[in-house]
């Protein structure tokens, strides 16, 4: 049986390289809209964060989402990700 690849992704809260599928996406779309993928398929340019509350605190510390995307993110965004995680 042939071994399949499983794809690896850096969270922006802790820089470690994690399964996507454990991962949280956020993606820019086209339109430039900032929000939460949680399908992981949609168009755009995509994020990646852990789902604990204190990659998302350092995420937004740092500025790392508006570093990936190049626009500022809205805090509606960050705080519909922050109540999505503590449910988590």
Do not use: S, W
């Amino acid at each position: 049986m042939k071994v399949r690849k499983i794809p690896m992704r850096m969270c922006l809260g802790c820089q470690q390289m994690k399964p996507k599928r454990e991962l949280l996406r956020i993606v820019k779309t086209p339109e430039g809209r900032v929000e939460i993928d949680p399908t992981g398929k949609r168009n755009g340019r995509g994020a990646y964060l852990c789902p604990d509350p204190e990659c998302l605190k350092k995420a937004a510390k740092g500025h790392r989402l508006e570093k990936a995307f190049g626009v500022p993110v809205p805090e509606a965004v960050l705080n519909e990700l922050e109540g999505k995680l503590e449910f988590q």
